[in-house]
Nanobody, 126 residues
Framework: QVQLVESGGGLVQAGASLRLSCAAS????????MGWFRQAPGKGREFVAA???????TYYADSVKGRFTISRDNANTVYLQMNSLNPEDTAVYYC????????????????????WGKGTLVTVSS
């Protein structure tokens, strides 16, 4: 059974940093892009960042470029280092995986993601 489990969320003040982790199990994700999406209260789920293990590439949403860094230190783990957080970053952050490139993951419809985690809440206070 495939599982993606996120961790690392929490409550922080504006300007702080957080590091999210996603651990995948049940299969090898070497040919999958793994990434992060977020859903703020009352809004739709949006792409944040993706990383491809096989191609060694990353891709970011414009809203987080320069502040967030995605990384993978093995085929089944993905991290999201979030710096300079602001209240607009408040959301539930979800880990996802799909067999694609990192850039393609950014434009893949939400419904077409193969695997999802259950999410971790990030709250940024002003």
């Amino acid at each position: 059974q495939v599982q993606l489990v996120e961790s690392g969320g929490g409550l922080v003040q504006a300007g702080a940093s957080l590091r999210l982790s996603c651990a995948a199990s049940g299969r090898t994700f070497s040919s999958y892009a793994m990434g992060w999406f977020r859903q703020a209260p009352g809004k739709g789920r949006e792409f944040v960042a993706a990383a491809s293990w096989s191609f060694g590439t990353t891709y970011y949403a414009d809203s987080v470029k320069g502040r967030f860094t995605i990384s993978r230190d093995n085929a089944n783990t993905v991290y999201l280092q979030m710096n300079s957080l602001n209240p607009e970053d408040t959301a539930v952050y979800y880990c996802a995986a799909v067999r694609s490139t990192a850039q393609a993951m950014s434009v893949t419809p939400i419904r077409d993601m193969t695997y999802w985690g259950k999410g971790t809440l990030v709250t940024v206070s002003s």
